[in-house]
């Protein structure tokens, strides 16, 4: 007999590594696999303590390939499993989520960054935004929410597995070491009390009857003989993955509307955007902030809109550039000027993106 | 009877151990006693004093902790425990110890020179309610139940910013109710400074009141 682990809304004190646990469980999830590394490893240790009170279970494999692949095998069971990874774990769970893009497979995966390149610092950083978002060799079939702080954690790790299951994208919940060690109040929930229908997993295989006769065949591939096969199957994904993209697509803004310059960041460091948001504006200076929620599919529609009508936007990220590229992108051809923070690996504090605001606010 | 104080604070993983054991050294400080201030977390030794160390040396405390550049790839790659530390309790003076977090941080105890034999050794384990995995009686059982021998417990009881009086109070019932079950005293409740003035002295459960200045936030990473 389990128990429904959160049963009433409640202020709670957690790290964020225990607030992905207990969200895990909030979701349903019935396995973790794992590999440990910093700073995720809470993650496990959480879900791992947790998991035996509430009849679900914990795998810990020899490494990362095969704690992502064990992943890919226990959501093709109808379990809803998930895994937790950073840095140079990231990097070796590529092969396994691709696998999970091809097979299109709705693997969860919680990535606590930290510096890189290789295993760099096991602090933070924002650099796994490229691999997180176009990791492994294809087209990047994935959804990526990012995380600015507990709350955040709590309700995307809910929503990541039900978008998983819903569009059978692999998803990942990018946070950080900031937000996986640090710890502030949040209010847990039970989804289903909220509203939130928990979608119910079903097998990709071992499923009841004769292939062929009483059902199609369950074939799931990852392999192509012919190009034009291949071809085919990636279009055919692309065109669904565009097609859902608005409605996957999050984005958080503030103070746009009347704004010349337009702070974008995401993740932890928009919370040092809002507070100079706050004190930018309190100086009646016309700044406003944007921040993707989903990095991979973006906020396509609003990031151009706002760079067709804003004149200027910064850029701030703990990386050299990797958002700003994805902004970039979408906001080619557009005439307004591009400024760029970048603090690889360290964190971000409110004071040097509001001088820096300033900076290109007095530049004519 | 010595006079000399020497704690250990222990308990779950971000129950406020470091927090308590700053504010506690720094009360004995401030009584004119010598305070020698120890880290001994080698659970998870980014999250601790370390940071903190000038500050808390020009306040008056012996603080013996690793410096930020002293340690390689902090965490990953092991951690050793500083000699200064695993001698502690030879030093003169008071001793307050910042343990580990969870099972692994209490066994930390058994690396400190002498603590099986100290005759004024306290282990402390500090409580917050508002942690899942300590919210009820139940759980602060279970959870001090692992963490080996315990003198007594300690209510912190808090939401950061967020923290009522009534939120204390109700920390205090929980962790009261939990420390008589097990046979254990509550030593104090803490409470940030200025909602420790609207407790008073005692909480409604009749505990001490320490009041608490927060170094945490200033000590990340």
Redesign the interface.
């Known amino acids: 007999m389990t128990v429904a682990p959160v049963k009433e809304e409640?202020?709670?004190?957690?790290?964020g590594n225990?607030v992905v646990a207990?969200a895990a469980l909030a979701a349903g999830a019935d396995i973790m696999y794992g590999y440990p590394i910093?700073p995720q490893n809470?993650v496990m240790h959480y879900w791992s303590?947790l998991a035996p009170r509430y009849g679900k279970s914990f795998l810990q494999t020899e490494d990362e390939l095969s704690a992502g692949f064990a992943t890919t095998g226990g959501v093709m069971t109808g379990s809803k499993a998930f895994t937790a990874t950073a840095g140079s774990g990231s990097v070796l769970m590529q092969e396994p989520m691709a696998m999970a893009e091809m097979m299109r497979l709705p693997t969860v995966t919680i990535v606590q960054q930290r510096g890189g390149p290789s295993?760099a610092t096991?602090?933070?950083s924002q650099q796994e935004v490229t691999l997180t978002t176009m990791g492994g060799n294809g087209e990047g079939i994935r959804v990526v929410y990012s995380t600015a702080g507990h709350q955040d954690l709590y309700d995307y790790t809910i929503k990541a597995f039900n978008i998983a299951w819903k569009y059978r994208f692999p998803t990942f919940v990018l946070g950080d070491?900031?937000q996986a060690?640090?710890?502030?109040?949040l209010t847990?929930y039970d989804p289903e009390k909220r509203g939130v229908k928990l979608l119910q997993p079903d097998p990709f295989v071992g499923k009841e009857g004769e292939p062929g006769r009483d059902r199609p065949p369950a074939q799931y591939r990852n392999t192509y003989n012919l190009e034009e096969e291949l071809y085919e199957k990636i279009m055919s994904d692309m065109k669904e993955f565009e097609e859902n993209s608005a409605d996957i697509a999050e984005y958080e803004s503030s103070y746009t509307e009347d704004a010349e310059l337009v702070i974008i960041a995401h993740g932890i460091v928009f919370r040092a955007v809002r507070e100079a948001l706050d004190n930018l504006r309190q100086q009646g200076l016309p700044v406003g902030a944007f921040r993707p929620v989903t990095l991979r599919p973006l906020p396509v529609g609003q990031i151009k809109e706002l760079v067709a009508r804003v004149k200027k936007i910064l850029v701030v990220e703990s990386a050299y550039g990797q958002i700003a590229r994805l902004i970039k992108e979408k906001a080619c051809g557009a005439a307004c000027e591009i400024h760029t923070m970048f603090k690889p690996g360290i964190g971000i504090a409110a004071e040097e993106v509001e001088v820096r605001a300033k900076e290109i606010l007095a530049k004519q | 009877m010595s006079d000399r104080i020497v704690e250990a604070y222990i308990g779950e993983y971000a129950s406020g151990k470091s927090e308590s054991a700053i504010n506690r050294a720094l009360e004995l400080a401030r009584k004119g006693r010598k305070v020698n201030l120890v880290d001994l977390d080698l659970v998870e030794p980014f999250y601790t004093l370390r940071p903190l160390q000038e500050e808390l040396s020009r306040l008056g405390l012996e603080v013996i902790a690793w410096k930020t550049e002293e340690t390689v790839g902090l965490g990953e790659a092991g951690t050793v425990i500083k000699p200064a530390a695993r001698w502690a309790l030879r030093r003169i003076g008071d001793v307050i110890l910042d343990i580990g977090y969870g099972i692994e941080g209490a066994r930390t105890l058994n690396l400190l020179e002498g603590a099986d034999e100290d005759p004024d050794l306290k282990i402390f384990a500090v409580i917050n309610i508002s942690r899942p995995m300590t919210a009820s009686v139940a759980d602060i059982v279970a959870e001090v139940g692992t963490m080996g021998h315990v003198d007594g417990l300690i209510n912190n009881t808090h939401l950061a910013e967020e923290t009522t009086a009534a939120l204390v109070q109700a920390g205090s019932r929980i962790v009261t109710t939990a420390a008589n079950a097990m046979g254990l005293p509550v030593i104090a409740t803490q409470a940030e400074e200025k909602l420790a003035g609207v407790i008073g002295p005692v909480d409604c459960m009749g505990n001490r009141v320490r009041p608490l200045k927060r170094f945490m936030p200033k000590a990340f990473w």
């Open positions: 409640k202020r709670v004190f957690m790290t225990e207990w910093t809470e303590r295993t096991v602090i933070y070491g900031y060690k640090m710890r502030e109040p847990i």
